[in-house]
Structure formats: C-alpha cells, structure tokens
C-alpha cells in the first residue's frame, strides 16, 4: 500500500524538519532538494525514506547540522575539503560548487572530500554542473556491503560513479550507477515483495551464490558489477576500487572496511584510518575543449543515433542514460510521490518528534 | 603450438620495422615499448600480434608515420591534441605528457585526442603517471562492436577505463579495463581453442544470447559489462558511453558507430562527424590533494587490507589490480614472451617486406 503526496508537501516538511535540527534555511533548503531530487528521479531508496536514518545519526552525534566545512588543501584544479561531519546532502553541494569555481578559473576542477556522512544521490550534485555547461563527475564511497572478486569479506561500498554531460537541444547524459550488479534499493523492493533475487547480484557468508533478497542480514554480500569471475567480476571490484580511492584516500578520509556504517546503531569500525566518509567531484568546463556550440551539436547527434539504434524488440528502444529517472519525475511532479506505509509511518514518528504537520 | 621469445630480441626486431615505416628514432622507441609491454604484461591481443595490422593501415595510408601531433585548443588544465594521423602508440605518449606537465603546473591535466589511431594497451601510458608521483587515467574509443542494453545494432567499441595510482612500499594498483563482460582477446583464445564463449559475452545478430566463439564474424556483438538488464549491463552500456564521449566528443574524434575500424580492409563508416579515433587522458598530482607521505602510507595500507580479505578458497587470494599483469611481466621477462604460430608467420612476413632479420 502507498500513498501519494504532492512533492510540494514533502518539501515543505522535509525542510522544516532539518531546520528543527538546527540547520541553517540555506542547508535545509540544500538537504531537502537532494532527498526530494531522489524520490521525484525514482531513487525511492535515497530520498525521504532515508530521513529517519540522517536523524537518528545526528542523535548520536555523528552528524553536525551547524558544520564547519572549509578548504584544507589546494591548487588552482585541486582542493580537499574537511565536510566538518556535516550532512553529505550540505557537504556534497558545497564541495561541487568549489570545483565549478576552480573549472571557471582554470578548466576543470577536482575536489576530494573528507569528514564527510551519505550524501544522498550523486545525480543531484552532478547537476550543478550542467548549469554551468560543465560535466559534472561525483563519486563516494560507502560502508562495506560488497565482496572483491574471490573474497568472503565485505571491503567496498556499493560505491556510485555518476557522469552528467549537457547537450543542446536534447536533454542531458546522466549517468548514475552504483558499481555492483544491483542497488541496495533494488533489493529492498525484492525484500518487499518477498520475491528471490536473481543468481549474480549475492552471495552467501561462505562465498556462494544466493538468491534470499535478506541475504546481508546474514553475513552476505553484493557483488561487484559483472557478478562472477567469468563475467568480469574483477572489474566490477576494480571500479569500487577507484571510487574508494578517489573519495577515501586522496582526502584522508575513511575507506574499504573502515566507512561508517549509515544505521547509527552499527558500531563505528575499530582503529579507522581517516574521518567520516569520502567523495569525489570533477567539473570539466566544456569550453575548455571545444567551442559550446561545436560540443553541443555532437552531443545532440550522438544521442540522437544512440536512440535510433535498432531495438531488439520494437517495443523497447535502446535509452540514453539519464532517460528513465527524468520520465518518472515529470510523471512524480504530477500525479505525486508515491510513499510505501512503511515509509508514511516513519514520516509520522518524524513529524511528532518535531511537532511538525505532515 | 608457440614459440619463445625473449622480449629484447622482439624489441629490437619492432623497432626496426617502425623505423622502417618511417618513424623518428623517437617515435619508433615509444611505439616498441608500448606493444611489448602488451605482450610482457600478457595482453596477448595488443602486443606484435597487432603490428601486421598497424604496417596494413600505413600503407593503405590511414596512418601517418611522420604525424604533426599539436594542441588546438587548451586551458591551463585542460588540452585538445590533434594526433595528426599518427599511430595512437605514439600520439597517446605525447598527450599523456602534455597532460602530466599541466599537471605539474595547475595540479592536474587533462587531455582530449582526435584524429589518432589504435593506441595499443592503455595501462601502457596511464603508467606514465606513476613516474611523477601522480594518478594517471586513460581511455579511448574504439570501432563498435558492442551493443548497447536494448539495442541489436553494434553502437560503442570495447571503450577501456584504465586507473594508475601510485602507493608507497607496495607496488602500483593498475586497473585496465574494457567496458565490456569480456574483452576480445579472450574471445580469440576461445576461438583458437574451438571453445564457446560463456552465455553473457555475445549475442548474436537478431539480438538473442550466443555463445558461439565466432559470432561477431555473423553480425553478433559483445555485450557491455554486466552482460543482461538483469546484471546491469545498462551500467556497462553508460561507462562505455562515458568514455566514447569524454575521447570522441569532448576532441572532435569519431564516436559511436562512425569510430574507424581497426582493419585496414574493412571501409570507413559513411558520415563520420569527426577526425580519427578518440582519446581521453589525465594526471592528477597526489600532492594537490595531500602529502606524498601521507597518500603513500593510506594507499600501502589501502592494498595490504584488501589483500588480507578472508578469502573464498584458500588458493586464491584476493588479488589488486594489477597484480596478474605483473607477476606475467617478471615471469615473460625472464622465460621469454609466447609467441603463437600464427602470430610468428606473420612477424616472418613482415620481416622480409621489410628485410629485417627476426
């Protein structure tokens, strides 16, 4: 069962909910457009079904809603920023904005974050960019849920890479995938369901293949894109890699199997190596290469062949990443978000904690 | 069967049939140690199988031996190179360093190549970076033989994402990837062995699984990493277009299914928006980010964690990437590189067209 609630509503209460934590209105206003950007693209796993989660770690203190976020190293393309153990969903904004300025001064900008907490969806942030006629690079790591290729041990995170490129007339390129066979969000809609999860998207504690959807809660783990060995696993494991890397230990914060757990109720890793969690952020100014215009129109043909590509099957034509999350939020911005009970119960506990109306 | 042999001799015999396609003492130097480091490294598919191939373009003159290799477009972070026809084994060299030198001045470089060729394997340049203590990455496009999630039609080449980083007392993590379930080097293993290839690498040319080993000669394709929707071969789908984008687009290259073929017989495509094959290279230097010291010390504890995950099977530990590559060059370079039959015909036809001694 669900219901469906404008997106205007939702946003109303969203923010008022994070200035009841203490944010400032322009962070509240930042947090809440990135949770909502989640639920209107589809990303139901990402958007306020995860506000209780972001609440209940700011109870515990291991998230500050007033953080210092600041510059601690830099050149005219780099900068590390210290996130201040703020909101990912203030810190992420912040930290792109800085690689957009650097992009205007010279070319493209990279910044590394550190000190950081789950920022929500990488789409969000990669977007920044494309106002600017940028493409927008976002990566982050997250706490250990996937096993490498050969091992029984969880050691990444589902670890995101997203690429936002503009285009001209046509819509832009945004791709936004986790770098395992299948999203956490795709298995809680199997959970839900009670259905199985196909063959290649887990394993069990021991290292086998498993199809249970609750899997993780007993010692499982979800596998690197790719699924098995024979299938490129090790590849799947080796772009994980990169993103931890970029995000963990080019900025001194944590990685592999020392990110902080997102349920506040999971003990913090013993003797990690760095703070909070990590991301990534890349702009490449366009015309830093090649006039706009120039740019735009092969973009625009390059979509426009992909698009024409002869389908398999007449009824489905082959996408362009980006397609399938910008038809479900016209869909969403007009007939509604749909809110599971589980979720709509959880919004309610929210609203009476902070006596806010839902 | 196969012979042995050792690399200096295939080195010297290299560089002299570049010489003799009219290549600079230089020029002829980089190209050598790129395809040797394919065959030293085990990329069988990449090393002097391929020159036969390489003396076919020149001559049918797709390849410019004596290229005029310039920057036509550049920012303090960021270049376009026109590779001037020349061979992508040595355009890519000289992009790499332009990006590591913008590197050297603003923090990080980043380089866009058109009008290039076959660059050989991008491990081999993306190393580059390790020398000045940065982090190199290398893509390119490629002529299509994939076919994106949905589509029947051949629409991106096996377009690879290569991520070099140095670390401290531990060797180098290198992941060189192709943004497909398999690459076609082991398809040709498979068609050697008369071997089908697993369900998830091909489909055949009505867009329905295959596993015959031979199937791209019938109109089939590889399939993106990820292999089927269920497995998220979308995901593969998006990285193989990011990099046809970032090496196509973004320089003014080919892209998408006008990208050149390899084959010198094969015609080029009708249409073609661009100049050449595309490639995309970049330089990050650590210490834009932290200090030498301090990456060096997370990197080498990064790799011995990983290392150390509990593995499946006690025979196989979990491995870095880079790790097979490696111990294949330390054991090639002392045993000699195998070279198959077919494989030493060709060299011994290519040794009296040009009246070398092999």
């Known amino acids: 069962m669900e219901k469906l609630i404008h997106h205007s509503d939702l946003d109303r209460f969203v923010y008022n909910v994070f200035l009841s934590m203490g944010c400032t209105e322009n962070h509240a206003r930042q947090a809440t457009k990135t949770l909502l950007d989640a639920d209107l693209r589809g990303i139901d796993s990402h958007g306020v079904a995860r506000l209780s989660g972001y609440i209940r770690l700011w109870e515990v203190n291991r998230i500050n809603t007033q953080p210092n976020i600041q510059v601690i190293h830099e050149t005219p393309s780099t900068a590390v920023v210290d996130g201040g ?24 900008g990279w910044v590394s974050v550190c000190n950081s907490n789950h920022f929500g969806i990488a789409a969000s942030h990669a977007m920044i960019a494309l106002e600017e006629d940028m493409i927008g690079m976002v990566m982050t790591n997250a706490s250990a849920l996937v096993a490498p290729t050969f091992s029984k041990e969880r050691m990444l995170g589902t670890n995101p890479i997203c690429v936002a490129v503009p285009a001209g007339e046509e819509p832009a390129f945004i791709a936004d995938l986790a770098t395992t066979t299948a999203a956490n969000g795709k298995l809680e809609i199997l959970q839900r369901k009670g259905a199985d999860a196909p063959l290649g998207w887990m394993q069990d504690q021991e290292g086998h293949p498993i ?43 944590n990685f592999g ?20 969690i990590g991301h990534f952020f890349g702009a490449m100014r366009i015309d830093a290469f090649r006039t706009k215009e120039a740019f735009k129109r092969d973009m625009d043909l390059w979509i426009r062949r992909f698009r024409e590509s002869v389908p398999i099957d007449q009824e489905q034509k082959v996408l362009i990443p980006g397609d399938p999350e910008r038809a479900c939020q016209a869909e969403r911005e007009k007939n509604g978000i749909p809110i599971v009970d589980a979720v709509w119960t959880d919004l309610q506990s929210i609203a009476q904690k902070f006596s806010i109306k839902l």
Chains 1, 2 share one sequence.
């Open 85 to 108: 153990s703020g909101l990912g969903l203030v810190v992420a904004p912040h930290a792109m904005s800085v690689a957009v300025d650097k992009a205007k001064s010279v070319g493209t």
């Open 211 to 253: 199809q249970d959807a609750h899997a993780l809660k007993n010692g499982g783990a979800l596998l690197p894109l790719g699924g098995d060995r024979e299938h490129g696993s090790h590849k799947g494991y080796a772009l994980g890699s990169i993103v931890d890397i970029f995000s963990g230990v080019l900025s001194g914060a």
């Open 257 to 276: 199997p020392w990110v902080p757990p997102f349920p506040a109720y999971v003990p913090m890793p013993d003797n990690q190596p760095g703070k909070g």
